[in-house]
Antibody, heavy 119, light 110 residues
């Protein structure tokens, strides 16, 4: 059974940093692209970033480019999102999801981790 | 990377059919047959319902169907059931390995 479990969320002050993790199981992690999608309170889903199966390709939404870094450790079956220079508008539930490739649909999702940016 | 446009809400009675539209541009929906649809019950993980405009993943009811014309994609739910009440989001590939979601539609079963 495919499982994706996000962790590392919490309360952080504006300008601060946080690293999210997504532990994957039930599939060959190193064969799939992985993505982060977020949902601000009362808002819709927003695509944030994606990383290729090998980690050699990383792509970002304009809203987080230069502040967020996606990475993965295929030996640990874990996806990461390093978030720096956080802003109030980054407050959201962050979901990780898997896809066959970087242009493919996201076929399994986690339950999400809440990140709150507030002083 | 502007969000695709969806109606905020759509409602229907049990057994009826409803259609949710998703309007993008020639840079996303209009350029690729890579539109997917997700069902999201609050507090749960989003679920893939349709991919590549009209393909259904294994296990998804055939009451769900998708189509596309120009810059607008559509999701139709036929034989509406109480369990279909949820938020629905379209998503399109937008080139250079980026994607863009729709604004979301709340489906209410009357």
């Amino acid at each position: 059974e495919v499982q994706l479990v996000e962790s590392g969320g919490g309360l952080v002050q504006p300008g601060g940093s946080l690293r999210l993790s997504c532990a994957a199981s039930g599939f060959t992690f190193s064969s799939y692209a992985m993505t982060w999608v977020r949902q601000a309170p009362g808002k819709g889903l927003e695509w944030v970033s994606i990383i290729s199966d090998s980690g050699g390709g990383t792509y970002y939404a304009d809203s987080v480019k230069g502040r967020f870094t996606i990475s993965r450790d295929n030996s640990k079956n874990t996806l990461y999102l390093q978030m720096n220079s956080l802003r109030a508008e980054d407050t959201a539930v962050y979901y990780c999801a898997k896809g066959q490739c970087t242009s493919c649909p996201f076929d399994y999702w986690g339950l999400g981790a809440l990140v709150t940016v507030s002083s | 990377q502007s969000a695709l446009t969806q109606p905020a809400s759509v409602s229907g009675s049990p057994g009826q059919s409803i259609t949710i539209s998703c309007t993008g541009t020639g840079s996303d929906v209009g350029s690729y047959n890579l539109v997917s649809w997700y069902q999201h019950h609050p507090g749960k993980a989003p679920k893939l319902m349709i991919y590549e405009v009209s393909e259904r993943p294994s296990g998804v009811s055939n009451r769900f169907s998708g189509s596309k014309s120009g810059n607008t994609a559509s999701l139709t739910i036929s034989g509406l059931q109480a369990e279909d009440e949820a938020d629905y989001y379209c998503c399109s590939y937008a080139g250079i390995s980026t994607s863009v979601f729709g604004t979301g539609t709340k489906v209410t079963v009357l």
